[in-house]
């Protein structure tokens, strides 16, 4: 499968993105669909996954500020960023189960 993330760019802290990540195969195949995000000189982390059913999870410094959701008609998962700060600065990724896209840059700036 492919995964084509976009959306990415430089905004100043307190703004918003929104991410996208379209998937050559229909989401609902997909158990999981998940965010990651990896900051300069960091390990790649976890940032958020919507389930099947429609649950979400995110980590803790996301929450009340990112939003994850799907478009299974346009086979798309978005991650809504909010009130962003510089330390949200990552290249991010979509996955899905065992699928990797290939990223999309975020920069916030201070």
């Known amino acids: 499968v492919q995964l084509q993330a976009s959306g990415g760019g430089l905004v100043q802290a307190g703004g918003s993105l929104r991410l996208s990540c379209v998937s050559s195969?229909?989401?609902?195949?997909?158990?999981?669909m998940r965010w990651y995000r990896q900051g300069p000189g960091k390990q790649r982390e976890w940032v958020a996954s919507?389930?099947?059913?429609?649950?979400?999870v995110y980590i803790d410094s996301a929450k009340g500020r990112f939003a994850i959701s799907r478009d299974s008609a346009k086979n798309t998962v978005h991650l809504q960023m909010n009130s962003l700060k510089p330390e949200d600065t990552a290249v991010y990724y979509c996955?899905?189960?065992?699928?990797w896209g290939q990223g999309t840059l975020v920069t916030v700036s201070s």
């Open positions: 919507i389930f099947s059913s429609g649950h979400t």
């Open positions: 195969r229909s989401i609902s195949s997909f158990s999981t």
């Open positions: 996955n899905a189960d065992n699928d």
